[in-house]
Nanobody
C-alpha cells in the first residue's frame, strides 16, 4: 500500500500560482502512475493530470493544459503539480493518487489539499 500526503494548497488570487506536493511512501514507485484529481463543491471528482513515475508521457485535462505541470522528484519520492494562471473555477480539493502501470483504477489516495482562487 502506498501512503500519500498532499500539501501546498491555500488561498490565491486569480492569475496567481501554487505548487502542490504529494509525498509518497510505503512502496517503490517505479511501477506506478501518479495522478492528480480535484473535486469542487457539488461536483464530481475529475482528473487533472498524470504521469508514470518512471518517466514518460504526461496527460492533462483540457481545462488545465498549458497552465498546470506535473513533475516528480525521485530523491524525495514526491510528485508536484505546478499551477499557474489560476482561475476561480480551479477552486477545489486536490488529491493525488496512484495506480499500477497496468491497472485502470487508482487504489491509493491522499487526504486532499484545499485550493481556493479568489476573483
Amino acid at each position: 500500500q502506498v501512503q500519500l500526503v498532499e500539501s501546498g494548497g491555500g488561498l490565491v488570487q486569480a492569475g496567481g500560482s501554487l505548487r502542490l506536493s504529494c509525498a509518497a511512501s510505503g512502496r517503490t514507485l517505479s511501477n506506478y502512475v501518479m495522478g492528480w484529481f480535484r473535486q469542487a463543491p457539488g461536483k464530481e471528482r475529475e482528473f487533472v493530470a498524470s504521469m508514470p513515475w518512471s518517466g514518460g508521457r504526461t496527460y492533462y485535462a483540457d481545462s488545465v493544459k498549458g497552465r498546470f505541470t506535473i513533475s516528480r522528484d525521485n530523491a524525495k519520492n514526491t510528485v508536484y503539480l505546478q499551477m499557474n494562471s489560476l482561475k476561480p473555477e480551479d477552486t477545489a480539493v486536490y488529491y493525488c493518487a496512484v495506480r499500477t502501470t497496468g491497472g485502470n483504477e487508482y487504489g491509493s489516495w491522499g487526504q486532499g489539499t484545499q485550493v481556493t482562487v479568489s476573483s
